[in-house]
């Protein structure tokens, strides 16, 4: 769930809970409970912590409502019974010196029945929370000391062998919290201030307060991401992932197949690529190197001539600058591209065109294309540059459902992602897109720079600075590394091309290719989504089950291919494991090998799905 002001917290598992309002997997424990709380916006975090556990930041101008927090009150109380998880956060108030409207001795209750807590960057004034976190606020300080590590421990192992301990703070001024120890741990230092501590205010809960400088350093910093993921693990126990390296995958997108533009506008003209075009040199080098794209497809062409909106795929005519454009043969090579698994067919709107093109400063159908017809305001679908306003929701809604209607029509293929034409978006909270997309069916939605939505019909979550977003073309090839630049472990990078790239330099998909660093693979958009939208559950009826549920249309992905998960296992649920008899692992009722002692030296256990939609159970039990 997202909440609004302050901390967001979305997608934590839940196992078989009495109050489902939202159905958002990802972190998942038959026991734990884990209870949330900041001084401020915890910025967008990472595919473990996203669906599994997203934070994003309110903005005024592009945050989605109605707020959850007006709906569940202060907190996100999502489940209550003791055997379910329960996500809980507080809202911009963690901070505050005042809790006159708040209940904080709730926390006691909550922390002695099971739930764990955990502080980032607080100053948690209020009597029972230093209780429970074991700690005093002195007062705020600055240094550049490097942080150590005091003891071993669950939560900081790794540090050394990454070179991080010590974690060198140089010309890190901004403002720490001093707190001082009062029975809780300290496992990191900056010279005497406590950076990490842990407290075990009753047997089954832990409450770990974690001062971060900067909230987004979670998200963008391996060390402070890293600290945050074994915080978690360690109070829950496990955590469920997606087995995907994402810091080495891509999902790519080509845009405007099937726009009007091409054939009329000076700076935009090229032939549409033809069947013969996209058979060698956009299926043959996908295959080559096992790459599946997207390509966002266009349903509406603006037919200056009729003034009127045509299928693309019908038009076949000599354009103004004498180029011999044939549609039809384009969708016949998009089809085979499909059908040859290299190619998913994705939204790119409707007709990339204003929906008004009669107002002034049109009538754009009659309008000159060396003048007013030419501006770029006028190829944008989804707001309104020109007139300085937004799209009406219903009229989003109507374009978008005819996006889906004719691409299932034309191609038989089901959309899950939008791209918006030109990249321009509304952005109110009555006409966002983003709420409008999830109320047509799309599950992710983004324009970069800065619009990188997770989409449900309960949710629409803000991930925007998981992973690089941007275009790259022909002419651009050279910037490509250092686009690509930037961490992104809970993302892949975002890439789009267009079909102009292949008409203007046939060879340009050997070409990127030949560019991108050698390990990188890519992740399909369909891929991408249903694993965001996955459900994962837990019970422990019989032995440890883990529950995977598929549910169409997010999940179309997985009707015809298998799916990988990692669980990450703390030490306590290690040793308990390691100290039982032989244990045996079963999936969808088929019997594996049995496991061993041995088989949880590691820290993590991987978890292969065969193909379905609908329910799948990974069982561990003893043998009997």
């Given at each position: ?25 990802g972190l998942s424990n038959p026991t734990a409970r884990s209870w949330l709380w900041s001084a401020g916006a915890i910025p967008r975090v990472s595919s473990w912590i996203t669906k599994k556990t997203i934070f994003s930041q309110w903005r005024p101008s592009s945050r ?31 901070d505050s010196s005042s809790y006159s409207d708040q209940n904080p001795t709730s926390l006691q209750a909550a922390v002695e029945a099971g739930t764990s807590l955990l502080v980032v960057k607080s100053r948690f004034l209020d009597p029972a929370l230093e209780q429970i ?105 496990y955590i469920v992932v997606p087995n995907i390296d994402y810091s080495h995958r891509m999902e790519i997108e080509i845009d405007d197949w099937g726009t009007s533009d091409k054939g009329y506008l000076s700076y935009w003209r090229y032939l549409e690529p033809s069947e ?349």
């Amino acid at each position: 769930m997202c909440l609004e002001y302050g901390v967001y917290v979305s997608r934590f598992a839940l196992p078989r809970c009495t109050q489902r309002p939202l159905r958002h997997p990802g972190l998942s424990n038959p026991t734990a409970r884990s209870w949330l709380w900041s001084a401020g916006a915890i910025p967008r975090v990472s595919s473990w912590i996203t669906k599994k556990t997203i934070f994003s930041q309110w903005r005024p101008s592009s945050r989605p409502g109605p707020s959850p927090l007006k709906y569940f009150g202060w907190t996100s109380n999502i489940s209550t019974t003791r055997t379910c998880l329960t996500v809980r956060a507080r809202s911009a108030l963690a901070d505050s010196s005042s809790y006159s409207d708040q209940n904080p001795t709730s926390l006691q209750a909550a922390v002695e029945a099971g739930t764990s807590l955990l502080v980032v960057k607080s100053r948690f004034l209020d009597p029972a929370l230093e209780q429970i976190l074991g700690l005093k606020f002195k007062a705020p300080y600055s240094a550049t000391d490097p942080l150590h590590t005091t003891q071993p421990h669950f939560i900081t192992r790794g540090l050394a062998g990454q070179k991080m301990d010590p974690f060198d703070s140089s010309w890190n001024f901004s403002p720490r919290l001093w707190v001082e120890p009062r029975g809780a741990e300290v496992l990191i230092t900056q010279d005497s201030h406590p950076i990490l501590t842990v407290n075990r205010p009753a047997a089954e809960s832990s409450a770990i307060w974690l001062g971060v400088s900067n909230l987004s350093d979670l998200r963008d910093a391996p060390y402070w991401r890293g600290l945050l993921f074994r915080s978690l693990l360690w109070s829950l126990g496990y955590i469920v992932v997606p087995n995907i390296d994402y810091s080495h995958r891509m999902e790519i997108e080509i845009d405007d197949w099937g726009t009007s533009d091409k054939g009329y506008l000076s700076y935009w003209r090229y032939l549409e690529p033809s069947e013969e075009t996209l058979r060698e040199h956009l299926i043959v080098p996908l295959q080559k190197r096992h790459a599946v794209v997207a390509a966002n497809v266009i349903t509406g062409y603006v037919d200056r001539k009729t003034k009127r909106i045509l299928s693309p795929w019908n038009q076949k005519f000599t354009d103004l600058y004498g180029l011999h454009q044939d549609y039809g043969s384009t969708q016949r090579g998009l089809q085979d591209a499909v059908a040859a698994g290299v190619l998913e067919i994705q939204s790119h709107g409707w007709t990339h065109m204003q929906p008004d093109l009669d107002s002034p400063p049109g009538p754009w159908w009659t309008a000159d294309l060396a003048g007013e017809a030419s501006a770029d305001g006028w190829y944008t679908e989804f707001g309104d540059p020109l007139r300085g306003k937004e799209s009406p929701a219903i009229v989003q809604l109507f374009r978008l459902k005819r996006s889906l209607d004719y691409l299932r029509e034309d191609f038989g293929q089901r959309p899950l992602e939008l791209r918006p034409g030109g990249g321009t978006w509304s952005k109110s909270q009555f006409n966002n897109m983003g709420i409008v997309a999830a109320q047509a069916g799309f599950g992710l939605c983004h324009a970069e720079p800065d619009f990188y939505y997770y989409l449900d019909r309960d949710l629409v979550l803000d991930m925007t600075g998981i992973s690089p977003h941007f275009t790259t073309s022909f002419d651009r090839l050279d910037a490509l590394r250092a686009q690509m630049s930037r961490p992104h472990p809970d993302g892949p990078v975002m890439m789009v091309f267009h079909d102009r790239d292949i008409a203007l330099q046939p060879d340009f998909i050997d070409r990127l290719f030949d560019a991108l660093p050698p390990d990188y693979k890519t992740v399909s958009a369909n891929q991408l989504i249903g694993y965001e939208h996955a459900q994962v559950d837990s019970e422990s009826a019989d032995g440890w089950d883990v529950l995977f549920n598929y549910n169409e249309p997010y999940c179309q992905y997985f009707r015809n291919h298998g799916s990988s998960w990692t669980i990450w296992l703390s030490d306590s649920l290690r040793d308990k494991l390691q100290s039982a008899q032989d244990l045996v692992v079963s999936i969808d009722g088929k019997q594996l090998p049995r496991v061993t002692a041995t088989d949880f030296v590691r820290e993590s256990l991987e978890i292969d799905l065969p193909p379905g939609l609908g329910s799948h159970k990974w069982n561990l039990s003893p043998v009997r």
